[in-house]
């Protein structure tokens, strides 16, 4: 699991430009301007690490944190998971993450529990 500090939501203002560069790749690797202004935020990289803008499911209602899984293969999962009952509407969301290689796959996925 990637820790807290390693993956930040992208903001709402830059929403609309992160879908659009997200389009027709999972991931792109960010510079430190571009990780601003999707997070809002000056943000410091991790030693040994490379901001990344990739893809995200989220609920529309917008209560619900993010998990990320880096796997051993080299592959991203990020989850938005809830309590809940269905069904649930969801959006196409984006997330930064830091890092250590470049992504090999990204799977944005969501679960409801009852």
Do not use: W
Not at 6 to 19: I, Q, S, T, Y
Not at 21 to 27: H, Q, S, W, Y
Not at 45 to 54: A, E, F, K, Q
Not at 59 to 83: N, P, W
Request: charge should be positive.
């Amino acid at each position: 699991m990637l820790p807290e500090n390693r993956c930040f939501e992208v903001g709402d203002a830059a929403l609309a430009d992160a879908r659009q560069r997200l389009e027709a790749v999972a991931a792109v690797e960010l510079n430190s301007r571009e990780v601003r202004a999707f997070t809002g935020r000056k943000v410091r990289p991790r030693i040994g690490t490379r901001p990344y803008l990739v893809r995200a499911l989220r609920f529309t209602d917008r209560s619900q944190g993010f998990t990320v899984y880096v796997r051993r293969d080299g592959s991203l999962r990020t989850l938005c998971g809830a309590m809940g009952s269905g069904p649930a509407p969801r959006e196409n969301y984006a997330l930064v993450v830091f890092l250590h290689q470049a992504p090999k796959h990204v799977y944005p996925t969501f679960g409801l529990t009852q």
